[in-house]
């Protein structure tokens, strides 16, 4: 056994040795961390440290595949956790503040857990099955090397100093995930952003094949597209998961999310074509699809959301995505004219008005054109309107209307005569015309009415 510059704090450390035949040449540290190591406990108990690291590692890749993946990934992920090994026989042999600060090969490693999309949770549960795996093995030497009359108290006193130890090998490991997955999230963001709005104006001129491979998200596959924003300062990383929970509740089996604004963002999912699943993808107000669940959601968060319908290829991505943005439109003129918020829009439900409000001042003239006294900005004139509106559309049916507004028949029908009073023609004249009017009238408000200085 190599002797060391100065005796371990623990007598028993110096006795750890290895069950097999252990060449410090292989060891996945550099060799000249390899020999600091020597000269501070000595040769055999680094050869303890180098086997226990693959049984660890083993125990590691075993419960979490993911960290491995690849012989490079395997051989990075060694090189971190013997650097840790190594810290943890200096902690026990020097004590914590004899321990060097966390090796690079460690960090190296969280860095690339994050470059390749690696869930944190992910990573600090290979952190806990190495720990345990670790902590049982000095636990099971320091019983066998340490007399019965201190064995409990040493083993005691190990446990607590490994634990400490951990805790802030998890610190400092959390920190470096998080600080690099902001720098990466960025700067990748950054980029996919860029790759996506060329995507969207001018496709023609892209390789879809390429650009599916730098995105990581396949554009021949059939898309629901979805914007989503909020008018509360938020995290960016908030409005991510909620984009990818609600197009997991639409269908969707992979995800591309673009953060293009504080507080917005578009999304796009892949969703079986024509609804393979059973899903409906098409229209929003079925109350027993997903839709009411994922309004519900929404609204808890303080969000909303515009969905696009569904469609295939480039072509079904790109439509998907203006759809949304229209749904997206209209919500915002909706929410101007003081209506109250809906906080799942699909474009099947809104599209005409969307359409309609294309041009907005257009719409607005042909509003008025068509209303006449009815567009003014009053709540007599609004309850005229939003009855009318209804009972065309309720194909004049007292009943249905008074339930939906909540008021008697006999509201209903003086409403309906008092508004064709004003119109002053019939119903029938112009119904369609009429009836879009009234449509636009009762979404956007204040956006398409009689400007203020021309209220009576």
């Not at 470059?115 to 093995?137: N, Q």
């Not at 023609?204 to 390429?210: G, I, L, Q, R, T």
């Not at 064709?420 to 009234?438: C, I, K, N, P, S």
């Amino acid at each position: 056994m190599t002797k060391t510059s100065r005796p371990p704090r623990r007598a028993w450390i110096a006795r750890l040795g290895p069950q097999g035949e252990i060449d410090l040449d292989r060891a996945a540290s550099p060799r000249a961390i390899v020999e600091d190591a020597v000269a501070r406990v000595g040769a055999d108990p680094v050869r303890w440290a180098i086997e226990l690291n693959s049984v660890v590692l083993r125990r590691i890749v075993g419960e979490v595949p993911v960290l491995g993946g690849s012989p490079a990934a395997v051989e990075m992920l060694r090189r971190g956790n013997e650097a840790t090994t190594l810290r943890a026989l200096f902690t026990l042999a020097e004590g914590p503040a004899a321990a060097p600060p966390a090796d690079e090969a460690t960090l190296e490693g969280i860095r690339e857990f994050v470059h390749r999309a690696i869930p944190l949770e992910r990573v600090l549960h290979g952190v806990r099955v190495g720990h345990a795996a670790t902590t049982e093995a000095f636990l099971r030497a320091c019983a066998e090397l340490v007399g019965p009359e201190d064995a409990v108290d040493e083993v005691t006193a190990v446990s607590r100093e490994l634990f400490s130890y951990v805790d802030e090998l998890s610190d400092t490991m959390i920190r470096t995930y998080l600080v690099e997955h902001e720098v990466w999230s960025t700067s990748a963001a950054a980029a996919r952003a860029d790759l996506v709005r060329s995507l969207l104006s001018d496709a023609a001129s892209m390789d879809v094949d390429e650009t599916s491979r730098a995105l990581g998200y396949n554009l021949r596959r059939t898309h629901e597209a979805v914007v989503v924003w909020s008018d509360s300062p938020m995290g960016g990383s908030t409005l991510q998961a909620a984009a990818i929970e609600v197009l997991r509740a639409r269908g969707a089996t992979t995800t591309l999310v673009i953060p293009v604004a504080s507080g917005r963002l578009w999304a796009w999912g892949t969703v079986p074509p024509d609804g393979a699943d059973g899903t409906d993808l098409t229209h929003g107000t079925d109350p027993t699809g997903p839709w009411e669940a994922i309004a519900e959601a929404l609204s808890r968060q303080r969000m909303r959301a515009a969905f696009g319908t569904p469609g295939s290829g480039v072509a079904g991505f790109r439509r998907s995505h203006r759809e949304a943005e229209r749904g997206e439109r209209v919500e915002r003129l909706r929410r101007e004219a003081g209506r109250a918020p809906r906080y799942a829009t699909a474009y099947a439900d809104v599209a005409a008005i969307a359409l309609l409000a294309t041009d907005l001042d257009a719409a607005g003239d042909f509003v008025r054109r068509e209303l006449g006294g009815l567009a003014a900005r009053s709540a007599p004139m609004e309850a005229l309107r939003s009855t009318l509106y209804h009972y065309i559309g309720a194909e004049r049916s007292l009943v249905d209307v008074a339930r939906r507004l909540h008021v008697a028949r006999g509201t209903v029908t003086y409403r309906v005569k008092r508004a064709q009073e004003v119109l002053g023609h019939d119903l029938d004249d112009r119904r369609f015309a009429l009836h879009t009017a009234l449509a636009l009238a009762e979404e956007l408000g204040d956006a398409v009415l009689l400007p203020r200085d021309a209220d009576r």
